[in-house]
Every structure is written in C-alpha cells, then in structure tokens.
C-alpha cells in the first residue's frame, strides 16, 4: 500500500459508495437530488462553460500554426514510438469511439425532428435537417477532441520537457512551476480528474449494458435484464483489463487498430449500400455550413424558453467531454513522446474531427433518407421503441443486414474495451506514488478494471444510471476550472513567455529534410 497514493484512491470509492448506498434506499431521490445540482450548473454557469469551451478549441488552433507549434515533446531529438496510423487510431478509440455507435444514426434525425424552441424552424424541414447536423457536429468533432487535446499538451510538456511526473497534476506547472507538485492541490486537481473519470466509466459502461442487453434481445430473443447485463460486465471487464495489463504497445494498440478498420468498413458499406449521393451531398454541404455559422454553432442558450432544450444537449455534452478530457489528455501525453505540438494537434484533434464530421453525415444522412423518402418512419421507431436499437434497425436496410447486426453488437463492446482499456491504464499509474514508470503494476490496474465493472453493474440494477451520468456532468464545473489553469499555462509558458530551450524547436528546414524534401 505504500506505493499508492491512497488518499485519492479512497476519494471516488467514498463518492460512489454513498451514492450506491442512497440509490438502493431510493434510487428516485437520489437521482433527483443529483440531477437538480446539475440543473443549477447548467442554468447560471451554461453561458460560462461555452463560452470557455469555444476559446479553448480557437487557442488549441492558434497553438497548431503558430511557432509553438514546432515544440517537441522530448526535445528535438526525441523519436516517436507509434506509428501515425497507430497514433492516430488509438486517439480516435480512446475518446468517443464508443459515443459515435450509438449516436450517429440518431442525433441528425432527432435534431431535424424535434427542434428546440427558439428555432424558428419546421421539423423535417432543410433548414432543421441543417441545424442538426451542425449540433452534431459541434457535439462530437472539433470542441470534444479539443478539450483532449489541450489536456494532453500540458501535460505532455510537463512530463517529457520539464520531467514532470506522470499526473494530470502536472499540467499546472506550466502555470504555477513545481512548487504546484510540493502543495495540497495537487491531490485535489488528480482527484478531481480521478473521480470524473470513474462516474465517466462506470456511467458509459451502464449504457452499455443496457444497449447491448436491447441488442441481444432483437437478434437472439434473449431478455435483456441483470443476468444479461452481468454477463456481459464480465466479459467486457474482463477483456479490457487484460488488454490493459498487457500494455500500451500490445493491447491497447492492437484493438484499437481493429477498432478503426471496423469503423471505416461500416461507412464504406453504408456510403456504397445507402444512398450514396444524398449523404455526400448532406455531409459536403452541412460541413461548410457549420464551418460559416461556426460561433453560433459553438454556444446555443436559447434564451427565455423553457424546454431546457441546451441545458440538456449542449451543456450537457460538454460537461460531459470535460470530464473525460484531464484522463484522456493523460493518456494521449503518454503515446506523445517525439511529437511535436503541431503534430498532436493534427493528429488528436483534427484528424478525428474530421473523421467525426464523416461519420455523422454518413449515418445520419442514411437515416434522414429513410425519413424523407418513406421508406422507413425512424422517428415513430424512436418514439415507441428508445434510442437504444437504431443501429441495429438501420442494419436492416443494408445488405446482409443479418449479418451486420451481431457486428455491430461487437463493434459497440469492441469501442468500450478500447475506451476503458486506455482509461484503466492512465488511472492506474495516476494512482501511484511514483508515477514516472510506463506501466503501473498488475494489481492495480485488476483492481480498477473490477471495479469500474462492479460499480456499472450496480448502478444498472439499481436503478441510479441517470444519477451517475448526471454525477459525471456535475464534475465538469471543477474540471472547467482546472483547465482554464491548463490553459492558461501553455498561454503563459509557451506562448507569452517563450520559456523553451533551443533544443526543444523542430526548425522548418529540420521538417522538410526529415520528409526529404526539398525547402
């Protein structure tokens, strides 16, 4: 035990025990009291985390093409481990990988559908087909990879510039200096990360139960419920703590690779299958609309109406990326030695926005086809049957759709073992002493892997799974605060100050001799 760091560890147990504890007493209660925090959040500080949210993804671009951009993680000499695909797969599965399975299909068609008030628009209409897809957009490309990636910038600086430990705690630095490590926060900015990613985990992997449970019934007639939910707990479990304990160049590397090649057969069949000119046409279009109208896009508060419309999507989403952002910026610093800051960017934020922008049009666009064109009423499907088997039905439309369906099944607990396998790995060596090892031991990492498991599992039976996601949203707040300091840290490090080395710089000239061209 002297090699933990105990009193964060106990912190999230302490939080989820009590909550665990009220939902068996009243799951209804508890939920309520939870949700009413967040209600409180969303409505006086709603305005504040956009805004904010907005700034952090325009500073993360300036940051790209600005000179800062030529920073190295490990000084110039510093060589890559991953290979770019490698790289690039692994930051796309260990965000929204999960995220993007279940809603692509249904974000688009629900949007256009169900308009909120203050848009002065006709569900169905071109116009509401256009303002969902640029919330679709603004909820899963540019602003959540951004987030990741301005965690992952400070913290990567900290750790491979400055020799900093392997915390999201060291990111202050940047701002404050080293003195940060030696102070009370410390422990306080990792528990505040720890404990949002937990609820994040345990909240994601509760969904999944109960969409693979709904998955399962359609197909194989079996009925979703615990004994169900528990089966597949313990797969997924089980599955992604060994991925995890056999570290980031074996398993981690290996599903996530086999994750994307999935995804990108997926929109292949449905781009080739579906209607093929309608999504290019919808994607090509309601991509440039959302670059023209990209600030109205980026904060939406809808004043004076009462359907809560952006407290309960915008809002709502961002607290939700916020609070994975500390965990999975520590993560991607890990995979980030021998890049530099341009590359990160390129890679963390840009690529798997674009791929974002690409799935969503595809997807959605398949779905708003069927609407449009009669051939399938999606919505009156929503409407009666949930969210939860709309893949799985649009599967149903495609070519060996029977096929296609148990792939999907797959596909969805693949994106959570790839997800949970580069979480339980960042929050296992967050929770030593001596975090500056590349793997943490076997013990710990069984021991958070089980217990991410067990918490969704009780969560799921319990009743309290909207607690715990609205308990994931409330940890947004204290993480916005966190990474305004992180922000600011780079701002005055690397931007203001200049306060790098020499040896920290690739040159252009360096650039194009290592590309072997010609300057």
């Known amino acids: 035990m002297n090699k933990f760091r105990v009193n964060i560890i106990l912190v999230p147990i302490i939080i989820f025990s009590i909550i665990i504890g009220s939902s068996m007493v009243n799951a209804n209660a508890t939920a309520e009291l939870v949700m009413d925090v967040y209600l409180f959040i969303a409505k006086y500080f709603g305005a504040f985390i956009q805004i904010t949210c907005l700034i952090f993804l325009l500073g993360i671009l300036y940051f790209a093409f600005s000179k800062t951009g030529n920073i190295k993680f490990g000084g110039k000499d510093a060589k890559p481990e991953l290979s770019t695909w490698a790289y690039w797969t692994i930051a796309l599965c260990a965000g929204i990988g999960t995220g993007i399975m279940f809603w692509g299909p249904i974000e688009p068609i629900y949007f256009a559908y169900k308009v909120p008030q203050g848009v002065n628009l006709t569900p169905g209409s071109a116009g509401a087909i256009q303002f969902a897809m640029n919330k679709s957009f603004m909820h899963w490309a540019f602003t959540p990879y951004a987030l990741y990636t301005l965690c992952g910038i400070s913290i990567a600086y900290a750790v491979y510039n400055m020799k900093m430990p392997n915390t999201v705690s060291s990111g202050m630095t940047l701002f404050y200096g080293e003195k940060f490590l030696k102070s009370k926060w410390k422990d306080v900015v990792d528990v505040i990360a720890l404990t949002a990613i937990c609820s994040g985990l345990a909240g994601g992997l509760g969904n999944g139960l109960i969409q693979l449970g709904s998955g399962i019934e359609m197909i194989f007639g079996i009925p979703s419920g615990p004994i169900v939910w528990v089966s597949i707990a313990v797969i997924i479990t089980t599955i992604y703590t060994i991925s995890s304990i056999s570290g980031l160049h074996k398993g981690i590397k290996f599903f996530s690779d086999k994750n994307a090649w999935i995804f990108i057969a997926f929109l292949f069949v449905v781009i080739i299958a579906g209607p093929t000119k309608y999504i290019i046409d919808l994607t090509t279009q309601s991509f440039v609309h959302y670059i023209n109208d990209f600030f109205e896009a980026s904060v939406f508060l809808s004043p004076g109406n009462t359907d809560m419309w952006p407290e309960w999507w915008d809002t709502f989403y961002l607290a939700d990326w916020l609070s994975f952002a500390p965990l999975v910026g520590l993560f991607l610093a890990r995979i980030s030695y021998g890049r530099t800051i341009r590359e990160f960017i390129l890679i963390n934020l840009m690529g798997p926005a674009l791929f974002g922008v690409i799935w969503f049009g595809t997807f959605g666009g398949f779905t708003l086809n069927l609407q449009a064109s009669g051939t399938f009423d999606m919505m009156h499907y929503i409407n009666t049957s949930g969210f939860d088997g709309v893949m799985l039905k649009l599967a149903e439309f495609l070519p060996l759709g029977n096929i296609i369906q148990p792939i999907i099944i797959f596909t969805v607990m693949l994106s959570y073992v790839t997800m949970a396998d580069s979480m339980t790995s960042s929050i296992s060596i967050m929770s030593l002493k001596d975090s500056r090892v590349k793997e943490a031991p076997i013990a710990i990492k069984m021991f958070w892997g089980a217990l991410m498991g067990a ?65």
């Open 455 to 519: 918490l969704a599992v009780i969560f799921v039976t319990a009743g309290g799974i909207d607690g715990v996601k609205t308990l994931l949203a409330i940890s947004g707040l204290p993480v916005l605060i966190v990474m305004i300091m992180l922000f600011a840290g780079i701002l005055k490090r690397l931007v203001i100050n200049k306060n790098y080395s020499i040896d920290e710089i690739v040159s252009s000239k360096e650039i194009c001799l290592k590309k072997e061209e010609q300057c």
